[in-house]
């Protein structure tokens, strides 16, 4: 049984370019959240995706955007991306009523 | 503002020793509190607490909860050194998502 899978896994991309990451919810699971986590940080919240809409927002601005399709796979993706845009993207997943999230290995996007 | 706060930031300790990790909060509309382990990238669940009191178990590791003065603890015993790794605090409210404290950084040497 696959769990959260994350693609890809390292990313390099230059300031102002834009980029999708994107996310496979382990098998059964119908909700997807993303986190972004600094370094040295816990994650940040993002968004969180159920039923192909956004359902809740955290504080990131509007060059953060998502997509949550029928098989239940998600994308992120952020426009015109500044330095402070690099850290560790995690997607979690979970089945709706239940209890915890789990989370993929994350993508590392790096912006020089 | 909601936040939670984990202490030590960092710990190290040799093998065979006692941890106690701490998490406070301050979360309105409180669901339960979540424990994960990060070794790597993907942080592993470890606990999820929603009852004052009730302590959890798996191995070495426990944690309980007080709702009353908001906060856990999550206790290793007699550590090895693939216990290293960073211990993240997770609260969750009525809005589902998770609000996470910095972290607690754990190295244990042989």
């Known amino acids: 049984d696959a769990g959260v899978t994350q693609s890809p896994t390292h990313l390099i991309k230059t300031r102002g370019q834009q980029v999708t990451l994107r996310c496979s919810p382990k098998?059964?699971?119908?909700?997807v959240s993303w986190y972004q986590q600094a370094l040295g940080q816990g994650p940040q919240f993002i968004f969180q995706?159920?039923?192909?809409?956004?359902?809740q927002r955290g504080n990131f601005p509007d060059r953060f955007s998502g997509h949550q399709f029928p098989n239940y796979s998600s994308e992120l993706n952020v426009n015109a991306l500044l330095l402070g845009d690099s850290a560790l993207y995690l997607c979690?997943?979970?089945?709706?009523?239940?209890?915890?999230?789990?989370f993929g290995s994350g993508t590392r996007l790096t912006v020089v | 503002e909601d936040k939670v706060v984990q202490s030590p930031l960092s710990l190290v300790v040799h093998e065979g020793d006692t941890v106690t990790l701490n998490c406070s909060y301050e979360?309105?509309?409180?669901?339960?509190l979540l424990w994960y382990k990060q070794e790597k990238k993907a942080p592993t669940f470890l606990f999820m607490l929603?009852?004052?009191?009730i302590e959890k178990k798996s191995g070495r590791l426990s944690s309980i909860l007080d709702k009353k003065e908001l906060f856990s603890i999550l206790n290793i015993t007699a550590t090895q050194t693939g216990d290293s790794a960073i211990y993240l605090c997770?609260?969750?409210?009525?809005?589902?998502?998770?609000?996470f404290g910095t972290g607690t950084r754990l190295q244990v040497f042989p």
């Open positions: 995706y159920y039923e192909e809409e956004e359902r």
């Open positions: 098998s059964g699971h119908d909700t």
């Open positions: 979690a997943s979970r089945r709706t009523g239940s209890g915890g999230y789990t």
């Open positions: 929603t009852s004052s009191g």
């Open positions: 997770a609260v969750s409210y009525n809005t589902d998502k998770l609000i």
């Open positions: 979360v309105t509309n409180f669901r339960s």
